[in-house]
T-cell receptor
């Protein structure tokens, strides 16, 4: 699976959009980009994933560049409850059970302030 | 989604003892995994729990230290054996419900078990 690079930390004012970048310059054609977040003292929570098209769900939007070497997770109206560590993970296809497990990097610690 | 529960939610243990953590899922799942999250660190995969066969361990983790059982498609246990303070971590169970044709499987996580070893 390709390696990802994220900023260590970011701040965002409540009510504003939070834009979290992720670099995955070595991504290959069959690898998906997944985003998870971990709120303090809880297990990671799935947010969204995509291959090459932009994706949107009730939680966030995922913008993937045309060359797929980077992506941005957008929380359109951040709230205090969005304060968490956000993980960008790239995962490819596999036929082994172990290969399905996500490999977590250090993520971005997002602080939403009043 | 999948509803995952873990027992215990937290524990304080003495060094040299062992603790077994249980993971229960509300429906049958294809894959189950165990992760460790040391203080201030990210998640590290310990092993894949395989039903009917031995777990598949990642580099740096061995069966003698972290024996795993998976008797059916909804339940697994992880034992942390002969504990030392370095084993103080959050241990997380995770599942993938089904293999998808296009490999787009969402992985779900339990709430974690907070372990402190004195």
């Amino acid at each position: 699976d390709a390696k990802t690079t994220q900023p260590t930390s970011m701040d965002c004012a409540e009510g504003r959009a939070a834009n979290l970048p992720c670099n995955h310059s070595t991504i290959s054609g069959n690898e998906y980009v997944y985003w998870y977040r971990q709120i303090h003292s809880q297990g990671p929570q799935y947010i969204i994933h995509g291959l090459k098209n932009n994706e949107t769900n009730e939680m966030a939007s995922l913008i993937i560049t045309e060359d797929r070497k980077s992506s941005t997770l957008i929380l359109p109206h951040a709230t205090l409850r969005d304060t968490a560590v956000y993980y960008c993970i790239v995962r490819g296809t596999t036929n082994s059970n172990s290969g399905y497990a996500l490999n977590f990097g250090k993520g971005t610690s997002l602080l939403v302030t009043p | 989604s999948a509803v995952i529960s873990q027992k215990p939610s937290r524990d304080i243990c003495q060094r040299g003892t062992s603790l077994t953590i249980q993971c229960q899922v509300d429906s049958q799942v294809t894959m189950m995994f165990w992760y460790r999250q040391q203080p201030g660190q990210s998640l590290t995969l310990i092993a894949t729990a395989n039903q009917g066969s031995e777990a598949t361990y990642e580099s740096g983790f061995v069966i003698d230290k972290f024996p795993i059982s998976r008797p059916n498609l909804t339940f697994s246990t992880l034992t942390v054996s002969n504990m030392s303070p370095e084993d103080s971590s959050i241990y997380l169970c995770s599942v993938v419900r089904d293999r998808a044709i296009d490999h787009q499987e969402t992985q779900y996580f339990g709430p974690g078990t907070r372990l402190l070893v004195l």
